[in-house]
């Protein structure tokens, strides 16, 4: 299907968690449909959600065009997944239908990018897919818009946390975001000098990270940050460590409708245990969802801009079933299947050439 030079109707909606640069990227969509296209644009509130009640705002490149600066979502978000829910497929057909959509550009990472994948495969439902996520997880592209975000404010808490570390000769453990992958706790914690930087992707020992705090200390450095994702967990082979599980990170409580376990806590049982087995006073900060307020940076307000711009040209050319993604700095093409069937985990090389030579 190639439009040519005919308006559209296109729908647009944002799901799974907020971060910065959605709005940035929903400007984009708009602004340039609109004006480009002559498109009609209207948002769906609430993720999927928002298809399942047909529940919409109408968009304009009126009342976009400052939304680049703005973080969060002004559609709303949620983690509604169509395919837990009685005809859900049915029901989000019947809603494209009625507002009588030529596309469908779905805002999100793989939970989101997922069901959009099936409603394109099952379904035949027209979709384009926008990479977003802070955990910078999703296959098929090098960055995802949010994560520059997400590190800064990590880093910069990083960097306020050591003062405070040092005056007190403390060890402070640094709870960042991350359920299968650890760009977060990777990146913030080489860019903040932490002493240990402790991700899914490799499960910890803790009598290991206890050693190197303790060589650390007899060494004359007093005073510790230990960066760890949420979903970190300790080896099988920790003694009496209780850390983590089949899923990597602590339960926080509850489920979603994707199946995830809620994490949150491990910072805490961490801290505890260091405290416990060195005696070095610890403490802990959990960043949670500070990570995904306030402003996207300047990086994130581009990316997103050129994921929006590349997204609606792809409804345009009929490109279907693919998510814009960045390669070697160029916008390109994948597709959906492939961008949301595996998580993209944190590289070894990146690990342990570069990280593990400064931790310590």
Known sequence: ????????????????????GLNAAIRAIVVKGERRYGDEVVGFLDGWRGLLEDSTMALASATSSELVTVGGTILGTSRTNPFSVDRGMDRISQTVSSHSLDALIAIGGEDTLGVAARL???????IVGVPKTIDNDLSGTEMTFGFDTAVQIATEAIDRLRTTAESHHRVIVCEVMGRNAGWIATYAGIAGGAAEILVPEEPF??????????????????????????????????????????????????????????LGGIGSLLAEEIERRTGFESRVTILGHIQRGGTPTAYDRVLA?????AAIDSVHTGAFGTMVALQAGKIVRVSLAEASGNAKTVDPELLHDVAEVFLG
């Open 305 to 309: 801009t050129r994921y929006g711009v």
């Open 205 to 262: 020992e803790i009598d290991e990270v206890c050693d190197r705090l303790r060589k650390r200390h007899n060494g004359g450095k007093f005073s510790s940050v230990v960066v760890i994702a949420e979903g970190a967990s300790a080896r099988s082979d920790s003694p009496g460590l209780a850390l983590g599980g089949s899923q990597g990170g602590t339960p926080a409580g509850g489920m979603d409708e994707f199946g995830h376990i809620r």
């Open 120 to 126: 394109w495969e099952e379904g035949g439902i027209p």
């Open 1 to 20: 299907m190639s439009s040519g030079d005919r308006g559209l109707n296109v729908g647009v909606l944002t799901g799974g968690g907020d971060c910065p």
